[in-house]
């Protein structure tokens, strides 16, 4: 190992570049107070000069809640509670025209811009650019607010999803549309198997890291029992988003309703007896340990029923979930402090 130079002798620069090569850096001071305000195309969820992530399962609803954003944005109002721009958007879609139609004849649509599926297959880097160079001439000449991709898997260049770094270049250019100070919405599909809150997202996670918003939506119960309440979890750089939100489809399926969640939503009646096992409990208990101090004369739950009602509880925050689900370290269960 070479010996650091001694104190007195100036240290040889790693490379032989100007200095001048690299932008000029910036004191506190020179910030300023003033700063740039926020402009929201949907309050909290959308803003000018900021990409949005959208993740839920494959048929949750991603698509309607755009479908019923884009209407709203039509002519301005309100979506879930929340107040919607007057804005334009165009929407690069795996779906065939026909549905859109449709969409567009039910819903007064207005008049967004369409590219349905522009590829024949996945894209290079290059195809990639082209279409974003394509955008950008859009906002240019026409206005564009919003771009939005929908789904992710369905154009982002091949092998972009799992790598780094062309996940990184495909965002710069998304980026790009950015700093032209557009509203960009990327819709994405989940990884499988159990979701830790935040970590959503498929592929690698650059993509959730480089958003400025993520929203993940789950639905209030179980995907297959017909709920039209959804949960809108959002991690973002800014104040105005709201952590958790829950929005309610009508029965027409023209408009979402939207509010905070309070405690009686996240307690269905049917948990009341496993909340009173747990409170009772000195220790976390394991599944086996929750059926058998089951109430004598209440309907006993299958034990599958009751893991799946335990993990939606875990993933709310009403209930902690520890050990490693193991033969040796079974899941065990607590209630939250909440």
Not at 309 to 327: E, P, R
């Amino acid at each position: 190992m070479q010996p650091l130079p001694p104190l007195n002798e100036p240290i040889k620069p790693f490379t032989s570049q100007a200095a001048t090569a690299w932008p000029r850096v910036l004191s506190v001071a020179d910030l300023g107070s003033g700063g740039q305000p926020v402009t929201w195309l949907w309050d909290g969820y959308l803003a000018r000069g900021s990409i949005t992530v959208l993740t839920s399962q494959w048929k949750a609803g991603k698509t309607t809640l755009l479908s019923l954003l884009l209407a709203r944005m039509n002519t301005g109002g309100t979506l879930a509670g929340r107040a919607v721009a007057k804005a334009r958007a165009v929407i690069v879609s795996e779906e065939h025209q026909s549905l859109w139609q449709d969409r567009a004849r039910r819903l007064e649509l207005g008049d967004h811009a369409l590219f349905c599926r522009p590829f024949s297959e996945l894209p290079d880097m290059a195809a990639w650019n082209r279409l974003l160079d394509h955008l950008a001439e859009l906002h240019a000449s026409q206005g564009i607010d919003l771009i939005v991709i929908d789904p992710l898997i369905m154009f982002f260049p091949l092998g972009a999803e799992c790598n780094a770094e062309l996940m990184r270049q495909a965002l710069e250019g998304l980026r790009r549309l950015t700093i032209m100070g557009m509203s960009v919405l990327v819709l994405h599909h989940p990884k499988k198997g159990t979701l830790r809150p935040g970590q959503g997202s498929r592929g690698t996670g650059l993509l959730p890291g480089m958003a400025d918003i993520v929203i993940e939506m789950f639905p209030y119960c179980r995907l297959d029992l017909p709920d039209p309440r959804r949960r809108l979890h959002a991690y973002s750089r800014h104040a105005a988003t709201p952590p958790l939100w829950l929005i309610e489809l009508n029965a027409a399926h023209t408009d979402y309703s939207g509010r905070m969640p309070n405690l009686e939503d996240d307690v269905p009646p049917s948990w009341q007896p496993l909340c009173a096992i747990l409170a009772a409990a000195q220790t976390p208990l394991t599944i086996k340990e929750i059926l058998y101090d089951w109430e004598p004369g209440l309907p006993t739950p299958a034990s599958n029923t009751l893991w799946r009602w335990l993990d939606q509880a875990a993933h709310q925050g009403l209930i902690v979930k520890s050990g490693t689900g193991s033969k040796k370290d079974p899941f065990r269960y607590r209630l939250s402090r909440r």
